[in-house]
């Protein structure tokens, strides 16, 4: 992989700059950050064309054995830490009205849910115990532990069907769909978990329930953070815990939001047997532009990722058989946003594929 698709993955950097940026320069540049991310991306992402390149067969290998994939991934999750603590100790004293605290909050979020989650995403994936202990640190900073297990062993497996919470319906809007996978998903993480413990012989109500584990931990990490505070500055700091869990509720938002448009209307073949066909490239919506999947990790090659999801995302392939999206996750959020305006343009394209690959039409 060239050296400047190696250098693009840390623009994820960018985000937290502009954050301390706008808090430093003070008012209407705390959104800083939501420019960047929702105007000028999506620019920068219809300027520059596509990029549908693979890396040739004979180098996957090599590329995903290149420690530098790994130490990004790694390097972020001390970023994240960092920018996360600041934020408790500028909401501790910055004194903002209530429009900078929403810009405050939904800026974090943009890091921690937009950057962090992708990241705890890949890491999740992984068999590597160090991996999977970075992804859970950072999943508890936007207080949706539970993604690590409904995630990998509940939506990979149900994926495309009636019996995944995360795949977004045809005619759903993100509301409904944001309702159902969020309180459907947590509770399909405590069956997953309640199978595993029985499967082993261990009560459910062990600490060896990963489910409880990861109730407490994002309490314990806020509820730290907030006698620290307090202990510093003399004062109950509520502004603390209140900060955390906006930004947790903001970032698994965006977290939904992605899952939402990744999936719409994705249909798996019922077989005979009353399995599903095996999931495919052409069960998810792909997008390859350039400026998005560095920020991303390639996250938008979400076809590849959902067929072959052990593959560490510098080698994620691009298909053009897979159902594309028109732009960017950037660009998509905001439209999924006004589901008049997502069914206008989505609807159309889903009806495309479900002819080219049911030889069905769709039913409106």
């Given at each position: 992989m060239s050296i400047f698709k190696k250098i693009g993955f840390y623009s994820v950097l960018i985000l937290p700059i502009l954050l301390m940026l706008g808090v430093y320069l003070g008012g209407v540049t705390l959104f800083l950050i939501h420019g960047f991310v929702f105007i000028l991306v999506p620019i920068m992402d219809y300027m520059i064309s596509t990029d549908r390149a693979n890396v040739p067969k004979e180098a996957v290998s090599q590329v995903t054995q290149e420690k530098f994939y790994k130490l990004v991934t790694f390097f972020w999750v001390y970023v994240q830490f960092g920018i996360?603590?600041?934020?408790?100790?500028?909401?501790?004293?910055?004194?903002?009205?209530?429009?900078?605290?929403?810009?405050?909050?939904?800026?974090?979020?943009?890091?921690?849910?937009?950057?962090?989650?992708?990241?705890?995403?890949?890491?999740?994936?992984?068999?590597?115990?160090?991996?999977?202990?970075?992804?859970?640190?950072?999943?508890?900073?936007?207080?949706?532990?539970?993604?690590?297990?409904?995630?990998?062993?509940?939506?990979?497996?149900?994926?495309?069907?009636?019996?995944?919470?995360?795949?977004?319906?045809?005619?759903e809007s993100f509301y409904s769909f944001w309702y159902r996978s969020v309180v459907h998903g947590y509770q399909s993480a405590w069956e997953l978990e309640r199978e595993r413990l029985s499967k082993k012989g261990i009560s459910f109500w062990s600490i060896k329930n990963q489910m409880i584990q990861f109730t407490l931990m994002p309490l314990l990490f806020v509820g730290l953070a907030f006698l620290v505070s307090s202990l510093v500055l003399d004062r109950l700091v509520w502004e603390v815990p209140l900060f955390f869990l906006l930004q947790s509720f903001l970032g698994f938002s965006l977290l939904e939001l992605v899952n939402y448009l990744e999936h719409y209307g994705m249909e798996r073949k019922k077989l005979e047997s009353g399995h599903y066909e095996r999931v495919t490239p052409i069960h998810s919506w792909n997008a390859s532009q350039v400026v998005s999947n560095f920020l991303l990790f390639q996250l938008q090659r979400h076809s590849d990722h959902h067929a072959n999801a052990h593959k560490r995302y510098q080698v994620l392939n691009h298909y053009d058989e897979s159902p594309q999206l028109p732009a960017g996750y950037s660009a998509m959020i905001i439209l999924a946003l006004f589901p008049p305006l997502w069914f206008a343009v989505m609807d159309p394209r889903l009806a495309q594929w479900k002819k080219q690959t049911f030889g069905e039409e769709l039913i409106q």
């Amino acid at each position: 992989m060239s050296i400047f698709k190696k250098i693009g993955f840390y623009s994820v950097l960018i985000l937290p700059i502009l954050l301390m940026l706008g808090v430093y320069l003070g008012g209407v540049t705390l959104f800083l950050i939501h420019g960047f991310v929702f105007i000028l991306v999506p620019i920068m992402d219809y300027m520059i064309s596509t990029d549908r390149a693979n890396v040739p067969k004979e180098a996957v290998s090599q590329v995903t054995q290149e420690k530098f994939y790994k130490l990004v991934t790694f390097f972020w999750v001390y970023v994240q830490f960092g920018i996360l603590i600041w934020g408790f100790y500028i909401i501790s004293v910055s004194g903002f009205s209530w429009w900078e605290w929403l810009a405050f909050a939904s800026g974090m979020a943009l890091i921690t849910g937009g950057i962090g989650i992708t990241v705890a995403h890949e890491l999740g994936h992984k068999q590597n115990s160090l991996e999977q202990f970075y992804s859970k640190m950072l999943l508890m900073t936007v207080s949706y532990m539970h993604f690590f297990i409904e995630h990998n062993r509940g939506h990979h497996v149900r994926v495309a069907t009636p019996e995944d919470p995360a795949t977004s319906r045809f005619g759903e809007s993100f509301y409904s769909f944001w309702y159902r996978s969020v309180v459907h998903g947590y509770q399909s993480a405590w069956e997953l978990e309640r199978e595993r413990l029985s499967k082993k012989g261990i009560s459910f109500w062990s600490i060896k329930n990963q489910m409880i584990q990861f109730t407490l931990m994002p309490l314990l990490f806020v509820g730290l953070a907030f006698l620290v505070s307090s202990l510093v500055l003399d004062r109950l700091v509520w502004e603390v815990p209140l900060f955390f869990l906006l930004q947790s509720f903001l970032g698994f938002s965006l977290l939904e939001l992605v899952n939402y448009l990744e999936h719409y209307g994705m249909e798996r073949k019922k077989l005979e047997s009353g399995h599903y066909e095996r999931v495919t490239p052409i069960h998810s919506w792909n997008a390859s532009q350039v400026v998005s999947n560095f920020l991303l990790f390639q996250l938008q090659r979400h076809s590849d990722h959902h067929a072959n999801a052990h593959k560490r995302y510098q080698v994620l392939n691009h298909y053009d058989e897979s159902p594309q999206l028109p732009a960017g996750y950037s660009a998509m959020i905001i439209l999924a946003l006004f589901p008049p305006l997502w069914f206008a343009v989505m609807d159309p394209r889903l009806a495309q594929w479900k002819k080219q690959t049911f030889g069905e039409e769709l039913i409106q």
